[in-house]
């Protein structure tokens, strides 16, 4: 934050998680539109950060909407408008199911494009920890980890 106190004269404490979670914020953001815009380039039409975020909570096996809305914490009709809209684009398939229960699973084009996500992040990996050794790497992954464990899911855990 750029000042120490509100506009009403409050104090606001410094705190160094707060500038994590807003780097963190801001990488995640750089990152989804760095992906999208790179995929789109590769001819992954219509890919965008939200949809690329939805995608990368899916497991490569069968996906059900009660479960993908549990994980991202969103209501089981918003899985289904953007699961339509992810089968529309050619992204993902809703096969038949018994009752509501429908399995939806990624199509080839669907594969590919995730495939092709994970070469572009691997190729990151260059740039991003090119000057680190591999142990490094291990204890930056862990101590985010333990940060993120720290908080919990979010979910009043």
Known sequence: MSTRLTKKGVPLVESRALQLIQNASRLHDASAWYLSKRLVD????????????????????VNYASEIARTLGVTRQMVAKTVKELCRLGYLEQLDGAGKQKPIVFTE????????ARQLLAEADAFLFGSMT????????????????????????
């Open 134 to 157: 591999d142990g490094e790497v291990k204890a930056l992954l862990a101590g985010l980890k333990t940060i993120t464990d720290a908080f919990g899911d979010g979910r009043g855990a």
């Open 109 to 116: 084009t669907g594969e590919g494009l995730m495939a092709d």
């Open 42 to 61: 590769m001819g992954h039409t219509s890919v965008t950060p939200s949809l690329l975020s939805f995608l990368g909570v899916l497991e490569c096996g």
